[in-house]
């Protein structure tokens, strides 16, 4: 089985967020959740960099570990899910990303968030694939109809990289190698505990 | 002859143009690059970890939050699920523990004459719903926050995922509402018996002769001793702590950022844990640990004999106020 990751090339990213564009209308995310953002560096200034981001589907996840309820759980492909039924809305899982991945609908009256919202890697949830009960809880499930993520599908320069992490890992280098420099892969060292050698 | 130079000048010319271009290939594929790294003065993640904790930039959405690309987590983690458990577990079960064998040896304190037959009013009637209506929401509040905590490893194998996230569900909305009447109730106590709980001369003698609790000795008392007072003090500043770090959690982001959140989750947790443990030491002395103890804040008058036992300076401030004071068991005070 493929170990699923994001990589994002940041030195290609040119902050058009249509990553986050398609993600939102691809899943029909409600409004005010952003299951991916581009965080733009020193914006305007000498050393600008934008990075797109999202869930990086963590090994060894910091938000199930924390979660109280055991709501989270790894598919053969590496990708961290979870249910929206079992999902009480404390917030904990925000508290451990180290990403800011997890949303939440309803912004904090009494404690009441809803069910959190992330980033599914495009593969749904725990009901039927591809099912409208998983669509309406977690959206597309492409991985299911044999796609990768939509966000890295459509990405016009080719930065955001989503697939099997030694798939991408090597594109990545090839990259690299031919242009001759590169920043890394940011958020690897954090989310997988290993980064790609430039 | 002619032709024959004509065709040696156009193969070393050819030769030497190929010479030329395998020549320069490489040392342009070597030099190109190097002078053509438009990122080169872009910042790099390693050396921004290392400079700060929150790498954090422009976002074109209104989110505050997601503004930071990276953000600490680890450690709280590690207090999360490893030291908070870990704490709380040893406070609450050490305490569990030294009750029990506290009971075992020196069993309920006595009313050493027995009872008298005459009572004292202890606590009227505003006190003691104060007392109870704080109480109760403090059970309800420490069994739910312990399911935060234990829950998914005591609780969750016993009755399945399903059910427990569905009775964690009500017991964080039972945590987050009944924090209403708990810090009313907190702030109530703090006024209604401050007055009795300012620690003087009388509690050091009481403390140097371990309030009596080894042995028969009985040293004096006023209204509260000091045991009781240190229970008010935690109640007080315990509460009023569990309260600011609740609030903080219940509207996450209002007033600080991602560690601010953390730093309250951790604060709120070993209070908490804290909290709970010296409450069990409450509960025992004023149950089972003590005869005559728990009808002050039932019936909200104790027996004047239990009054002069553990109470003597209060009792003879009570008897000097007048005879309201001391009435017959089952007679209407006048």
Same mark, same amino acid.
């Given at each position: 089985?493929?170990?699923?990751?994001?990589?994002?090339?940041?030195?290609?990213?040119?902050?058009?967020?249509?990553?986050?564009?398609?993600?939102?209308?691809?899943?029909?995310?409600?409004?005010?959740?952003?299951?991916?953002?581009?965080?733009?560096?020193?914006?305007?200034?000498?050393?600008?960099?934008?990075?797109?981001?999202?869930?990086?589907?963590?090994?060894?996840?910091?938000?199930?570990s924390v979660c109280p309820?055991?709501?989270?759980?790894?598919?053969?492909?590496?990708?961290?899910?979870?249910?929206?039924?079992?999902?009480?809305?404390?917030?904990?899982?925000?508290?451990?990303?180290?990403?800011?991945?997890?949303?939440?609908?309803?912004?904090?009256?009494?404690?009441?968030?809803?069910?959190?919202?992330?980033?599914?890697?495009?593969? /749904?949830?725990?009901? $039927?694939?591809?099912?409208?009960?998983?669509? !309406? @809880?977690? %959206?597309?499930?492409?991985? #299911?109809? &044999?796609?990768?993520?939509?966000?890295?599908?459509?990405?016009?320069?080719?930065?955001?990289?989503?697939?099997? /992490?030694?798939?991408? $890992?090597?594109?990545?280098?090839?990259?690299? !190698? @031919?242009? %001759?420099?590169?920043?890394? #892969?940011? &958020?690897?060292?954090?989310?997988?505990?290993?980064?790609?050698?430039? | 002859?002619?032709?024959?130079?004509?065709?040696?000048?156009?193969?070393?010319?050819?030769?030497?143009?190929?010479?030329?271009?395998?020549?320069?290939?490489?040392?342009?594929?070597?030099?190109?690059?190097?002078?053509?790294?438009?990122?080169?003065?872009?910042?790099?993640?390693?050396?921004?970890?290392?400079?700060?904790?929150?790498?954090?930039?422009?976002?074109?959405?209104?989110?505050r939050q997601s503004r930071?690309?990276?953000?600490?987590?680890?450690?709280?983690?590690?207090?999360?699920?490893?030291?908070?458990?870990?704490?709380?577990?040893?406070?609450?079960?050490?305490?569990?523990?030294?009750?029990?064998?506290?009971?075992?040896?020196?069993?309920?304190?006595?009313?050493?004459?027995?009872?008298?037959?005459?009572?004292?009013?202890?606590?009227?009637?505003?006190?003691?719903?104060?007392?109870?209506?704080?109480?109760?929401?403090?059970?309800?509040?420490?069994?739910?926050?312990?399911?935060?905590?234990?829950?998914?490893?005591?609780?969750?194998?016993?009755?399945?995922?399903?059910?427990?996230?569905?009775?964690?569900?009500?017991?964080?909305?039972?945590?987050?509402?009944?924090?209403?009447?708990?810090?009313?109730?907190?702030?109530?106590?703090?006024?209604?018996?401050?007055?009795?709980?300012?620690?003087?001369?009388?509690?050091?003698?009481?403390?140097?002769?371990?309030?009596g609790i080894l042995g028969?000795?009985?040293?004096?008392?006023?209204?509260?001793?000091?045991?009781?007072?240190?229970?008010?003090?935690?109640?007080?500043?315990?509460?009023?702590?569990?309260?600011?770090?609740?609030?903080?959690?219940?509207?996450?982001?209002?007033?600080?950022?991602?560690?601010?959140?953390?730093?309250?989750?951790?604060?709120?947790?070993?209070?908490?844990?804290?909290?709970?443990?010296?409450?069990?030491?409450?509960?025992?002395?004023?149950?089972?640990?003590?005869?005559?103890?728990?009808?002050?804040?039932?019936?909200?008058?104790?027996?004047?004999?239990?009054?002069?036992?553990?109470?003597?300076?209060?009792?003879?401030?009570?008897?000097?106020?007048?005879?309201?004071?001391?009435?017959?068991?089952?007679?209407?005070?006048?």
């Open positions: 089985m493929a170990r699923m990751k994001f990589l994002c090339d940041a030195d290609r990213c040119i902050e058009c967020n249509a990553c986050v564009t398609a993600c939102k209308n691809e899943h029909e995310v409600p409004w005010g959740i952003n299951r991916r953002r581009v965080v733009t560096i020193n914006d305007g200034k000498p050393g600008e960099r934008s990075i797109s981001m999202a869930c990086m589907h963590c090994t060894d996840a910091p938000c199930a309820v055991n709501c989270f759980y790894t598919t053969a492909d590496a990708v961290v899910l979870h249910s929206k039924d079992l999902c009480i809305g404390c917030g904990y899982c925000f508290y451990a990303c180290p990403f800011g991945a997890p949303q939440y609908p309803k912004v904090g009256n009494f404690g009441s968030r809803g069910k959190m919202d992330k980033c599914t890697f495009c593969a /749904g949830g725990p009901e $039927a694939d591809s099912s409208q009960a998983e669509f !309406v @809880k977690y %959206g597309t499930n492409r991985l #299911a109809e &044999g796609k990768l993520p939509l966000c890295a599908e459509m990405c016009s320069t080719k930065s955001l990289l989503a697939g099997d /992490g030694e798939i991408i $890992a090597q594109i990545y280098k090839e990259r690299v !190698v @031919k242009r %001759g420099y590169g920043s890394g #892969a940011w &958020g690897w060292k954090t989310a997988y505990k290993e980064s790609i050698a430039t | 002859m002619a032709g024959l130079l004509a065709q040696a000048r156009f193969i070393v010319g050819a030769l030497a143009l190929i010479f030329v271009v395998a020549m320069a290939a490489p040392a342009s594929a070597q030099q190109q690059p190097l002078s053509t790294n438009p990122m080169a003065s872009s910042v790099k993640e390693d050396q921004l970890l290392q400079q700060m904790r929150i790498i954090d930039g422009r976002v074109s959405i209104p989110d930071n690309l990276e953000q600490p987590g680890r450690d709280w983690r590690q207090f999360q699920q490893q030291t908070l458990p870990w704490i709380a577990g040893i406070a609450i079960l050490g305490v569990l523990a030294a009750l029990v064998v506290f009971y075992l040896t020196r069993g309920m304190v006595k009313i050493e004459r027995g009872r008298s037959g005459r009572v004292v009013v202890r606590f009227n009637a505003l006190e003691r719903f104060v007392h109870w209506m704080t109480a109760t929401c403090f059970i309800v509040l420490a069994l739910s926050g312990l399911n935060i905590t234990f829950g998914k490893t005591l609780l969750a194998p016993v009755i399945g995922l399903d059910a427990f996230a569905a009775w964690s569900q009500w017991a964080k909305y039972a945590h987050n509402y009944l924090s209403f009447p708990f810090t009313i109730g907190v702030v109530l106590i703090l006024l209604l018996w401050v007055a009795g709980n300012i620690p003087n001369k009388v509690d050091v003698e009481w403390v140097k002769r371990c309030g028969s000795d009985h040293p004096p008392a006023q209204r509260f001793n000091a045991g009781q007072k240190l229970i008010y003090w935690v109640v007080v500043l315990g509460g009023l702590a569990s309260a600011v770090t609740g609030y903080l959690l219940m509207f996450p982001f209002y007033a600080t950022g991602i560690e601010g959140m953390q730093t309250a989750q951790s604060v709120h947790g070993i209070v908490a844990a804290l909290f709970i443990a010296v409450m069990l030491g409450h509960i025992y002395i004023g149950t089972i640990g003590m005869e005559g103890a728990f009808e002050a804040m039932g019936e909200g008058t104790v027996d004047e004999n239990w009054a002069r036992q553990h109470h003597a300076l209060w009792l003879e401030d009570e008897k000097s106020k007048g005879p309201a004071g001391a009435t017959p068991r089952g007679a209407p005070a006048e």
